[in-house]
Structures are given as C-alpha cells and as structure tokens.
C-alpha cells in the first residue's frame, strides 16, 4: 500500500513564485494535516481537514492556503513564496483518534 | 496554548547503551500522547498512550504516561545504530485530532 504520497518530493522556488504541493492517501482516512519542519522546531502543523469540505488553520497558517479536493487529496498552495518558508513539508492522515500517518515529505527551498 | 517540551534535544551515546527520553506537556483537555520516529524521511508511529502507568512496549523501546506529573519517557535498551534519529512526542487533545508536537530529540548511536 502507498499510505500517503506527496509530490513533488524536491523543489527550488524564486521569491514570489508560486506553488502548489500535493497530497493523497489511500486509507480511506476522513482528516488530512499539512505540517512544516524546520530545524530545532519540531513539526508545526500550518492546516488541517478535519474530514472532506472543511478545512481549519493550525499554528503557522500565514502565506499558505489549503483545498480539500476529496476524501483523498489535499493540497497546500503558496501563493507568493518567501525565503521563510523553505522549509520540509509534510503531509498526515488519520481516522478518528488513531495515529497520524506521515508521507516522506517535500524539501522546499526559495531563494 | 498547549506545550511540549523535550528533553534532551540530542544525545550521542554507545551501542549497547540504554537511553531515556523525557517528553514533558501541558495542554487543554489532554486525551494521548504520541512518539513517533524519524530518520531520513517520515515519521513512523511507535506508541499511543492514553492511560498512566500503563506501560507500552515493542521489542527495546518501552514507553510509561504519568497523567499527574504530566510526562512522559521513552526507553530504548541495548541500543543499536539503527536506532539513530530523531524521536518525537506529540500530544493529542481530547476536542478536535490535531497533534501538538515537542522539537524532538536527535538521538546518536556509535558503534
């Protein structure tokens, strides 16, 4: 099984381009999270999709915008990109309470 | 504002050793507490704990929850390299499923 596949898994961005991250899972699971880490910060959670046609903001949700676009796929978009948000992306499921399950995440750098 | 705090941030140690890795939390109506570790890639789910003094374990790692103090360790014995990464601690409020996670602690098996 894939889990959660996110694409592209690298990219180098100009400050003030923009991009667009995708995300999908196969475990039939109803809640989505895009998370960012940076060094020494742990992962911060910037959106999150409780289940398909709601989406809420989480800690570091400034310069970044989300779609759920079904029960699978849920992408995170940003609009003008700015050197503070290089950075590794990842993408979580879960269903109910149990365990979040990450993909191998997105290296992100902007110059 | 809910908070995680590990301790400590790296630690390099010996195979063969035995390591405990402290997560500490306050947070709103608290329901688990999650660890998660990461090597290169995405964080892979070692242990849910909901209940104190209840002891979780897989092989040489073991985990404990003390509800009343508020924390929480991870025990790795007879260390292997293999065991080298960054471990996690996420905790999970009982309202909505977001994660709130520590900035992890970077764990250095040598040989």
């Known amino acids: 099984n894939a889990g959660v596949t996110q694409t592209p898994k690298f990219q180098v961005l100009k400050t003030g381009q923009s991009m667009t991250l995708q995300c999908a899972q196969d475990m039939n699971h109803n809640s989505m999270y895009w998370y960012r880490q940076d060094p020494g910060m742990g992962l911060r959670l910037i959106y999150y999709?409780?289940?398909?046609?709601?989406?809420d903001k989480g800690e570091v949700p400034n310069g970044y915008n989300v779609s759920r676009l079904n029960k699978r796929e849920f992408s995170l978009r940003l609009e003008s990109a700015a050197p503070s948000q290089t950075s590794v992306y990842f993408c979580?499921?879960?269903?109910?309470?149990?365990?979040?399950?990450f993909g191998d995440g997105t290296r992100l750098s902007i110059l | 504002e809910d908070k995680v705090v590990q301790s400590p941030l790296s630690l390099v140690v010996h195979e063969g050793d035995t390591v405990t890795l402290n997560c500490s939390y306050e947070?709103?109506?608290?329901?688990?507490l999650l660890w998660y570790k990461q090597e290169k890639k995405a964080p892979t789910f070692l242990f849910m704990l909901?209940?104190?003094?209840i002891e979780k374990k897989s092989g040489r790692l073991s985990s404990i929850l003390d509800k009343k103090e508020l924390f929480s360790i991870l025990n790795i014995t007879a260390t292997q390299t293999g065991d080298s990464a960054i471990y996690l601690c996420?905790?999970?409020?009982?309202?909505?499923?977001?994660?709130?996670f520590g900035k992890g602690t970077l764990l250095t098996v040598n040989p």
């Open positions: 999709s409780a289940s398909e046609g709601t989406t």
């Open positions: 909901t209940s104190s003094g």
């Open positions: 947070v709103t109506n608290f329901r688990s």
């Open positions: 996420a905790v999970e409020r009982g309202s909505n499923y977001k994660l709130t």
């Open positions: 979580a499921s879960s269903e109910g309470f149990q365990p979040q399950h």
